[in-house]
């Protein structure tokens, strides 16, 4: 399978099987889109009008001995096979829900302003280091196990995130493993010695930030209703500086009421930001701030318009890393990884402040998908194999996608969702990942041309 497009003037093709990306003129894009559906002869025919046979013809055999080389047009059978499932294996992430509260009211919060549809929480100490226990008992033979403090805001929490993360330096040195700890806030109640803490242990750093101060405060305002963007954006602009620009994001969301995001991408990094993500929201069609398809053709103009100024910037020195024009195209992801995806529920899952495992954050609450305690120690591993058998190959609408094996099918929590089958991908977020993924292909095309 292949697949060709154009990025503001750039001729594209990926070989989707081994993963090649070729960099073609307007004719030799012209031979490779029309050679899975027309014969050489045929091909020659339909563009003997716009260009010389003779060079028509050369192209063709260069693309001949493309395929030869297993470059173009390649076929690698495994990855079309359908199987029943990947084998749930070991446990190596867990999202470790410390704070079911929250100081902000954001208007699109999927967790309900932090309560995730219930009572606002803490995590008790006790109920963290059972959870860390788990983790290290389910992990078998992994050293590196990866565990980030998420709420509602986990600073509401911070003295039992602390005492956790001096816990599982203990279970390091007894189990010879080690913790990747990450924290996600919304950077509201920052302070200096938070941040001194942050660089000691935190692997990374996730800051929640809309990007310009007029849409951050109209959706994310404090308990008493007030604007959180100055605060907020002053103390991720301190994490950042801290961190000397590594290991941290800040993090956005877009929503109906500001299509026009690129905006708030080039706002964050005019503040400042080098890592920056802007994720569209996830609501339900009902909701006064959800993304409906009637925007979508407008949010893949923004993607155009954001790719272009990225390129520009990049180039002139106004260096930053946008998180979706990002990917591997050298080795990327082992195909495990590219079949499975974020390994939700399978190789992650998420334990709320009253100890129940779910398969990630987005699904805590829903019914059905509790899947244990960490009180208990047990895990219900018919929910990990449903989730482990919901990889792309088995997701009869990825089977023809040229992008499958980079998106690896969705998120499973958005499939339930909108289909309630973890097999049926959200149509919204396929589109805006095949946008993204050409324009992240494009940004590394435009950049090796210099």
């Not at 805001?153 to 911070?158: G, I, S």
């Not at 095949?434 to 324009?439: F, H």
Request: with cysteine; proline share 3%.
């Amino acid at each position: 399978m292949v697949h060709t497009f154009c990025q503001d003037g750039r001729y594209l093709a990926l070989d989707v099987d081994s993963g090649a990306v070729h960099m073609l003129d307007e004719l030799g894009y012209e031979v490779v889109s029309r050679w899975e559906k027309s014969s050489k002869e045929e091909i020659v025919e339909a563009l003997a009008g716009r260009f010389a046979r003779a060079e028509i013809e050369e192209v063709a055999g260069e693309v001949e001995e493309l395929i030869r080389n297993g470059t173009l047009f390649s076929h690698d059978e495994s990855l079309y096979t359908p199987q029943t499932a990947l084998k749930p294996g070991v446990i190596k992430a867990m999202c470790l829900h410390v704070a079911h509260d929250c100081n902000l009211r954001c208007k699109y919060c999927f967790a309900s302003t932090g309560s995730f549809h219930g009572q606002r929480l803490l995590m008790p100490l006790e109920v963290g280091k059972k959870a860390l226990d788990l983790l290290v008992a389910r992990s078998g033979g992994r050293k590196f196990l990866e565990v980030d403090f998420f709420g509602g805001d986990p600073m509401l929490n911070f003295k039992v995130v602390k005492e956790l993360v001096a816990y599982g330096r203990e279970l390091e040195k007894k189990y010879d493993k080690k913790f990747r700890f990450t924290i996600t806030t919304n950077a509201y109640a920052l302070d200096e010695e938070t941040i001194e803490y942050f660089n000691r242990e935190m692997s990374n750093v996730v800051l929640s930030v809309d990007g310009r101060k007029e849409v951050h405060d109209a959706m994310r305002p404090t308990v008493k209703g007030t604007g959180s963007w100055d605060r907020a954006m002053k103390n991720a602009q301190k994490v950042a500086q801290a961190r000397n620009q590594q290991n941290y994001y800040v993090r956005g969301t877009f929503t109906r009421d500001n299509l026009d995001f690129s905006n708030d991408v080039l706002a964050l990094a005019d503040a400042g930001f080098e890592q920056v993500s802007v994720e569209p929201v996830v609501l339900s069609p009902d909701s006064p701030y959800a993304l409906l398809e009637e925007h979508l053709p407008g949010i893949l103009e923004q993607y155009d318009i954001l790719y272009k100024e990225y390129v520009k910037r990049r180039a002139d020195g106004r260096w930053f890393s946008f998180f979706h024009f990002c990917v591997d195209l050298q080795g990327g992801p082992c195909i495990k990884k590219r079949l499975s995806g974020c390994g939700a529920g399978v190789e992650y899952i998420a334990v709320t402040p009253d100890g129940e495992i779910f398969p990630c954050h987005q699904f805590v609450g829903r019914p059905g998908y509790c899947m244990g305690s960490v009180i208990t120690g047990e895990i219900d591993e018919s929910i990990r194999e449903k989730f482990a058998a919901a990889h792309v190959l088995n997701k009869e609408k990825c089977a023809s996608c040229w992008a499958r094996l980079y998106c690896t099918g969705g998120c499973a929590a958005n499939a339930q969702a909108f289909h309630d089958d973890l097999t049926k991908p959200y149509e919204m977020e396929c589109e805006m990942e095949k946008k993204r993924l050409e324009c992240a292909i494009a940004v590394q095309a435009a950049e090796l041309e210099g």
